[in-house]
């Protein structure tokens, strides 16, 4: 059986030790990307959160700096956002350099053990050297607890048209916005999401934001919704809204006006990618609306078999919306920095598959940490695509492409350890596709515990993880009838440290 150090991702951020979930209060400031996330130092299972911080130049080369909170005598610190105050709104600058805000959610488990339901508040801390450091604010919570149980997660914007704060704060199964002219003070706003979309779980982690509709001049408001469980293929998985926003309500858009429990706005239908959300102070220049999420599920995440770390982030994506059949969607894909470290070990213009055709194994490159691309021109009717990545211990992760059913699935109910928990390799995970070319594009990113699948150029998407006995060493593609794939190319990816 692989070692701790054989399973942790080489481009996928994981803490250096201990326990992480949700990714916090991303911001991005003087060239580099700052990633807080849901840390416990002491102990590789969830128990008192912290904000751990690490720092980035392009977002996959990642550098962990010193905790960034701690829990205080309002609770432990629950996930959040920061935002940067341009113009010292909030009155917590020193008149130089605008500080940065952190807002997140304190949980204070002694209330909750009393019995109470208003454990959870949101409080702020600043920072006065671009987040290195930070303080927290002295009257703290800013936003007392109504007295519900689940009223968390607050993820703030700029809303430019009325120079004020928006806060998305998830409480049990809707949203709140609430406003605020300089980040202490907060109304409320309105509330959605009681009766529409996915209600099998709580909802959690939100995030509202503009984007505009590509290929016009139309903008549209997203408002990503996480929710656990009640994902896609069980557990924790996160779903999205398209619709207007006022400053004040959210109004989804008409053609996802009595969106039900089944739907397929989704982020991501693995079962791998929860509580993402987007990075905040993105230059206009840039303009990009960029995600990560934490890659695992609350089914399994606290008995994956790692001792000394637990938990990976997804790759970092660059979100786009897309208007089709009278509804949009967004489309995600790795953002471009992942370029930088994939270098091409193969590619061959077309290649037939005949039974089960061998397409690479590790003479040719490390499968392990790749990036595989290919194009299937003309599915046949009813055909079964798969592919799978196996190695000498008979441990197989398959994925793939049902054009009868019109779905892709992963099957890792046989790729290595599989019996930490019941939910994990139980069931082969599908999604749905949601594009009608005739051509399909696959590219799949494997990094030692993951894969990311992107089809359509990344119109579905599927996360998921898994822990091989041995290193992957063959890749080949299987069908019942002979097909031809195109354009195929597998490229390494590598890490360059020092
Ligand atoms: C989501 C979540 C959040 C909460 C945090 C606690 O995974 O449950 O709602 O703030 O994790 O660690």
Same mark, same amino acid.
């Given at each position: 059986?692989? =070692?701790?150090?054989?399973?942790?991702?080489?481009?996928?951020?994981?803490?250096?030790?201990?326990? !992480?979930?949700?990714?916090?209060?991303?911001?991005?400031?003087?060239?580099?990307?700052?990633?807080?996330?849901?840390?416990?130092?002491?102990?590789?299972?969830?128990?008192?959160?912290?904000?751990?911080?690490?720092?980035?130049?392009?977002?996959?080369?990642?550098? $962990?700096?010193?905790?960034?909170?701690?829990?205080?005598?309002?609770?432990?610190?629950?996930?959040? &956002? %920061?935002?940067?105050?341009?113009?010292?709104?909030?009155?917590?600058? /020193?008149?130089?350099?605008?500080?940065?805000?952190?807002?997140?959610?304190?949980? /204070?488990?002694?209330?909750?053990?009393?019995?109470?339901?208003? *454990?959870?508040?949101?409080?702020?801390?600043?920072?006065?050297? =671009?987040?290195?450091?930070?303080?927290?604010?002295?009257?703290?919570?800013?936003?007392?607890?109504?007295?519900?149980?689940?009223? #968390?997660?607050?993820?703030?914007?700029?809303?430019?048209?009325?120079?004020?704060?928006?806060? +998305?704060?998830?409480?049990? /199964?809707?949203?709140?916005?609430?406003?605020?002219?300089?980040?202490?003070?907060?109304?409320?706003?309105?509330?959605?999401?009681?009766?529409?979309?996915?209600?099998?779980?709580?909802?959690?982690?939100?995030?509202?934001?503009?984007?505009?509709?590509?290929?016009?001049?139309?903008?549209?408001?997203?408002?990503?919704?996480?929710?656990?469980?009640?994902?896609?293929?069980?557990? +924790? %998985?996160?779903?999205?809204?398209?619709?207007?926003?006022?400053?004040?309500?959210?109004?989804?858009?008409? &053609?996802?006006?009595?969106?039900?429990?089944?739907?397929?706005?989704?982020?991501?239908?693995?079962?791998?990618?929860?509580?993402?959300?987007?990075?905040?102070?993105?230059?206009?220049?840039?303009?990009?609306?960029?995600?990560?999420?934490? !890659?695992?599920?609350?089914?399994?995440?606290?008995?994956?078999?790692?001792?000394?770390?637990?938990?990976? !982030?997804?790759?970092? #994506?660059?979100?786009?919306?897309?208007?089709?059949?009278?509804?949009?969607?967004?489309? &995600?894909?790795?953002?471009?920095?992942?370029?930088?470290?994939?270098?091409?070990?193969?590619? $061959?213009?077309?290649?037939?598959?005949?039974?089960?055709?061998?397409?690479?194994?590790?003479?040719?490159?490390?499968?392990?940490?790749?990036?595989?691309?290919?194009?299937?021109?003309?599915?046949?009717?009813?055909?079964?695509?798969?592919?799978?990545?196996?190695?000498?211990?008979?441990?197989?992760?398959?994925?793939?492409?049902?054009?009868?059913?019109? $779905?892709?699935?992963?099957?890792?109910?046989?790729?290595?350890?599989?019996? *930490?928990?019941?939910? *994990?390799?139980?069931?082969? &995970?599908?999604?749905?596709?949601?594009?009608?070319?005739?051509?399909?594009?696959?590219?799949?990113?494997?990094?030692?515990?993951?894969?990311?699948?992107?089809? /359509?150029?990344?119109?579905?998407?599927?996360?998921?993880?898994?822990?091989?006995?041995?290193?992957?060493?063959?890749?080949?593609?299987?069908?019942?009838?002979?097909?031809?794939?195109?354009? *195929?190319?597998?490229?390494?990816?590598?890490?360059?440290?020092?």
């Amino acid at each position: 059986v692989q =070692a701790d150090e054989d399973f942790r991702p080489d481009f996928h951020f994981t803490p250096k030790s201990g326990w !992480m979930n949700d990714p916090n209060g991303m911001f991005y400031l003087d060239g580099t990307y700052h990633l807080f996330f849901q840390h416990n130092p002491d102990d590789n299972v969830w128990g008192p959160m912290h904000w751990g911080h690490a720092t980035s130049t392009d977002m996959i080369n990642w550098e $962990e700096q010193p905790i960034a909170l701690e829990p205080d005598e309002h609770g432990t610190i629950f996930s959040g &956002s %920061a935002v940067v105050d341009h113009e010292n709104t909030s009155g917590l600058g /020193d008149g130089e350099t605008p500080p940065v805000i952190a807002i997140f959610t304190y949980h /204070d488990a002694d209330r909750e053990q009393e019995g109470e339901d208003d *454990f959870q508040t949101q409080g702020i801390a600043y920072s006065l050297d =671009a987040g290195k450091t930070w303080t927290k604010y002295e009257e703290n919570p800013v936003l007392d607890n109504p007295g519900i149980r689940d009223f #968390r997660d607050p993820k703030v914007i700029w809303y430019e048209e009325e120079n004020k704060w928006i806060m +998305s704060l998830a409480v049990q /199964d809707h949203i709140s916005f609430y406003s605020s002219s300089n980040l202490l003070d907060w109304q409320h706003e309105s509330d959605f999401g009681q009766a529409l979309g996915g209600h099998g779980g709580v909802w959690e982690c939100p995030d509202l934001f503009p984007m505009q509709v590509e290929d016009t001049e139309e903008e549209k408001w997203v408002l990503l919704v996480s929710i656990n469980p009640g994902g896609p293929n069980g557990g +924790s %998985a996160t779903q999205y809204f398209v619709g207007d926003f006022d400053g004040s309500t959210f109004t989804p858009d008409e &053609s996802i006006a009595d969106l039900g429990e089944e739907h397929d706005y989704w982020i991501d239908f693995g079962k791998d990618n929860y509580a993402g959300v987007t990075w905040s102070n993105i230059p206009e220049e840039d303009g990009r609306h960029l995600f990560i999420g934490w !890659m695992s599920n609350w089914q399994y995440a606290n008995e994956v078999p790692t001792e000394t770390w637990r938990s990976a !982030m997804t790759l970092p #994506r660059d979100l786009n919306l897309t208007q089709q059949e009278n509804t949009y969607r967004i489309v &995600s894909t790795p953002v471009r920095e992942l370029n930088e470290y994939s270098s091409e070990r193969i590619s $061959e213009s077309s290649v037939e598959i005949e039974d089960s055709t061998s397409l690479a194994t590790s003479a040719d490159l490390d499968l392990s940490k790749a990036e595989i691309l290919f194009e299937i021109p003309q599915l046949q009717q009813n055909q079964q695509y798969t592919f799978s990545l196996s190695n000498d211990k008979g441990d197989v992760l398959k994925f793939g492409y049902d054009h009868g059913k019109e $779905e892709f699935f992963i099957d890792r109910s046989n790729s290595g350890l599989v019996d *930490f928990n019941d939910n *994990f390799g139980d069931k082969i &995970s599908s999604a749905p596709r949601l594009s009608e070319s005739k051509n399909l594009k696959v590219r799949a990113i494997t990094d030692n515990m993951s894969i990311e699948l992107f089809f /359509d150029e990344g119109q579905t998407v599927m996360t998921e993880i898994f822990f091989p006995q041995q290193a992957f060493k063959n890749f080949s593609a299987e069908s019942d009838q002979s097909f031809k794939i195109s354009d *195929f190319k597998i490229n390494q990816l590598k890490h360059n440290q020092e």
